[in-house]
């Protein structure tokens, strides 16, 4: 959590009338170290065993390093800190265009894990979109500055994506569920280099 994002967090749960609701896209990861950041900085008696033992209640996955890392590495403000900070506070904020084709790909991902649910009875169309997303990430500027190797991973993911998408089409469960495998790992370590 970049500490001007906790603090500014901190200061809207101190300053603006609650109840304060920290939320993510999964609930487990970002939200709860948002949240833990909030209440280290904003109370005295919240120690970083108590933001630990949160975290871990919360489900926040260990290999998101960073995240479960708050508890010792969030630095509190000084009351005075957070005094200094604006106070305007805006209703929205712009989601940059990398994270929101990400979104739409944990969407996806959504989907097609149902198709294995239903042992790929569908169409395949997730997979079809998924790698359209991969593609069209691809594209954009935050992508294209996280060089080559995240490109290629991206490339990676929508020639994978195209692969369980005609498996799935075909019905032949193997061959999906085999493709979906190896596209998950090159998801887990394209999340491993540049996310987590």
Do not use: I
């Not at 009338?17 to 904003?42: F, M």
């Not at 992508?143 to 290629?152: H, S």
């Amino acid at each position: 959590v970049p500490r001007e994002k906790a603090l500014r967090l901190a200061k809207a749960a101190r300053d603006l009338p609650g109840p304060v609701y920290v939320h993510c896209h999964h609930g487990l990861h970002r939200g709860p170290a948002a949240a833990a950041c909030v209440l280290l900085a904003t109370n005295l008696h919240y120690t970083p065993a108590d933001a630990a033992a949160f975290l871990k209640t919360a489900g926040t996955d260990p290999k998101y390093a960073g995240l479960v890392g708050v508890p010792q590495s969030f630095v509190p403000p000084t009351s005075a800190e957070l005094d200094a900070l604006p106070d305007d506070f805006p209703a929205t904020v712009a989601v940059p265009d990398l994270t929101q084709t990400m979104v739409a790909v944990d969407q996806r991902w959504d989907e097609l894990q149902k198709a294995v649910k239903n042992r790929w009875k569908g169409d395949g169309t997730a997979a079809v979109q998924l790698g359209e997303l991969y593609r069209e990430a691809a594209r954009l500027p935050a992508a294209q500055a996280k060089g080559e190797g995240f490109l290629k991973l991206l490339a990676a993911g929508e020639r994978l994506a195209g692969e369980v998408g005609k498996a799935a089409r075909a019905k032949d469960v193997p061959s999906a569920d085999a493709a979906l495998k190896t596209l998950r790992a090159n998801c887990n370590a394209c999340h491993t280099r540049f996310r987590d």
